[in-house]
């Protein structure tokens, strides 16, 4: 179902944001930082389609200049992008993470760090993308999204077309879109998805060994758990035409 918009604007489309909202009850400490911190670096007017007070983010208001600006998809608990932040002091970090587990570890770090370079829109990414300004972002990440490993739920995977439409759309020509898995499942479904679309391709011409991290990459917990699994994390950089 679509609602109505004004001629010109992208229409808004009434979905569904899969995946847990809460884990375990938070300590009263994340309690606070909830409270109080997260209103500090939340982003206003960032909400899904039907709410009347969303609207187009102001990226120079935001950050209080025309800095870079990299944004995360799905941030966990937070490890690598308070590592960007810290060592890019110079870059606006946004984050998107609906698990508000993973919010509160964030927000520990930002505040444990006297972070001032990151936002968080504790949410669906989707909204987001939407409100950004056209060719707005110098950097994406996506690391360690859910697999959806049965392919009747391959829809539900971030890395599809629907997304990397909205992608298209605000990330400047020539920057990076890193995807970090574990499951081959999910490499083979992103490369035949980027290679189909018209705005993206595979960074590297010929076939590189995605078994080599980045060599800014701090590790997560995420790929902690995969390798303790025995499974081998994949690292792929598609760039935006």
């Known amino acids: 179902m679509t609602e109505e918009t004004p001629a010109g604007e992208q229409p808004w489309i009434r979905r569904k944001l899969y995946g847990r909202r809460k884990g375990k009850a938070l300590k009263p400490s994340q309690e606070r930082l909830i409270g109080e911190l997260l209103p500090r670096v939340n982003i206003p007017g960032v909400a899904g389609p039907e709410d009347p007070d969303r609207h187009p983010v102001d990226l120079t208001a935001l950050f209080g200049d025309a800095r870079p600006v990299w944004l995360e998809i799905g941030f966990g608990g937070g490890e690598h992008l308070a590592h960007q932040a810290s060592k890019n002091p110079d870059v606006g970090m946004i984050g998107c993470e609906p698990y508000v587990n993973g919010v509160a570890k ?3 770090k930002i505040d444990a760090q006297g972070l001032s370079n990151v936002r968080v829109h504790p949410s669906d990414a989707r ?4 409100l950004l300004p056209q060719n707005s972002l110098d950097r994406v ?3 360690y999204p859910d697999p959806w490993p049965k392919s009747r739920h391959a829809g539900r995977r971030f890395i599809n077309p629907g997304n990397l439409d909205g992608l298209q759309r605000v990330m400047k020509p020539g920057t ?3 995807l970090a898995t574990d499951i081959p ?3 083979e479904h992103a490369l035949e998805v980027v290679e189909a679309h018209e705005a993206f391709d595979i960074a590297t011409p010929k076939k590189p060994d995605w078994s080599v ?3 800014d990459w701090p590790g997560t917990r995420y790929e902690a758990k995969a390798l303790a699994a025995g499974r081998s994390p994949h ?4 760039i935006r035409k």
């Open 185 to 187: 499942q999910y490499v």
């Open 141 to 143: 990440f996506v690391l």
């Open 127 to 130: 909204d987001m993308i939407e």
């Open 213 to 215: 991290a980045w060599s």
């Open 176 to 178: 990076h879109l890193r």
């Open 106 to 108: 964030l927000l520990a």
């Open 235 to 238: 690292y792929l950089t598609f």
